[in-house]
T-cell receptor, first 118, second 112 residues
Framework: GAGVSQSPRYKVAKRGQDVALRCDPI?????LFWYQQALGQGPEFLTY????????KSGLPSDRFFAERPEGSVSTLKIQRTQQEDSAVYLC????????????????FGPGTRLTVL | DAKTTQPNSMESNEEEPVHLPCNHS???????IHWYRQLPSQGPEYVIH???SNVNNRMASLAIAEDRKSSTLILHRATLRDAAVYYC?????????????FGQGTELSVKP
C-alpha cells in the first residue's frame, strides 16, 4: 500500500520567494504532522492537524509559515518570503490518531522535501 | 515531555548485537518510551515502544530498567541496512495529538 508521499522532493528558492510543500498522507489517517529538520539535527515539530482542524501550531517559527488541510486529507505547508534559515528538510507524518490505552499509535513519515534557499 | 539523553554515535560490526542506551531520568509514570530510526535520506520510521515491560518485535527488542530511568534498544544481529540515526523519545499520555519530540539521537554505523 502507498505510504506518505511528499512533493516536490527538492526545492530551490531564491530568498524572498514563496514556496508550497505538499503532503499526501496515508488514506484514512486522521492525524497529520509537519516537522522541520535542519542539517545534522533531529526533526522539530511544526504543526498538527486532526482531520481538517489545525489543533497545534506551536512549533511554527514565524508568521511566514502557514499550513492547511482543507478537506482533511492532503496538506500544504506554505512558507512566505523565504529566508536562508528556512533551508531544511520538511517532513510530513500521518497516523490513525487513535488512542489505545490513552496512548497514540505510531506515525508514518514521508521522505521529506529538501528546501534550499539561496 | 521529559528529556532523553543518548550517545552521539556508536559503531557495530555486521551480524553482532547492538545495544543502544537511552537515559530518561525525569520520566513520568505515564510516559511511553518510543524508538524511531532514520535511515540516510529518508524520513524516520517507527521501531518499537514500551511502558514498563520489555518488548520484542520483528525489528528489535526494548529493555526497560526497573526504575524506568533508562532503556536500551537491542538489535540482535546488526546488518548494513541498520546504519541509521536512532531516536529515543518519550510520549506523554496527554501529549496533544501524540506529536514527537526528537533529540539528537545516536548515529549507528555498521562495519562489514
Amino acid at each position: 500500500g502507498a505510504g506518505v508521499s511528499q512533493s516536490p522532493r527538492y526545492k530551490v528558492a531564491k530568498r524572498g520567494q514563496d514556496v508550497a510543500l505538499r503532503c499526501d498522507p496515508i488514506s484514512g489517517h486522521v492525524s497529520l504532522f509537519w516537522y522541520q529538520q535542519a542539517l545534522g539535527q533531529g526533526p522539530e515539530f511544526l504543526t498538527y492537524f486532526q482531520n481538517e482542524a489545525q489543533l497545534d501550531k506551536s512549533g511554527l517559527p514565524s508568521d511566514r509559515f502557514f499550513a492547511e488541510r482543507p478537506e482533511g486529507s492532503v496538506s500544504t505547508l506554505k512558507i512566505q518570503r523565504t529566508q536562508q534559515e528556512d533551508s531544511a528538510v520538511y517532513l510530513c507524518a500521518s497516523s490513525l490518531g487513535i488512542r489505545v490505552g490513552g496512548h497514540y499509535n505510531e506515525q508514518f513519515f514521508g521522505p521529506g522535501t529538501r528546501l534550499t534557499v539561496l | 515531555d521529559a528529556k532523553t539523553t543518548q550517545p552521539n554515535s556508536m559503531e557495530s560490526n555486521e551480524e553482532e548485537p547492538v545495544h543502544l542506551p537511552c537515559n530518561h531520568s525525569t520520566i513520568s509514570g505515564t510516559d511511553y518510551i518510543h524508538w524511531y530510526r532514520q535511515l540516510p535520506s529518508q524520513g524516520p520510521e517507527y521501531v518499537i515502544h514500551g511502558l514498563t515491560s520489555n518488548v520484542n518485535n520483528r525489528m528489535a527488542s526494548l529493555a526497560i530498567a526497573e526504575d524506568r530511568k533508562s532503556s536500551t534498544l537491542i538489535l540482535h544481529r546488526a546488518t548494513l541496512r541498520d546504519a541509521a540515526v536512532y531516536y529515543c523519545i518519550l510520549r506523554g499520555l496527554y501529549n496533544q495529538g501524540g506529536k514527537l519530540i526528537f533529540g539528537q539521537g545516536t548515529e549507528l554505523s555498521v562495519k562489514p
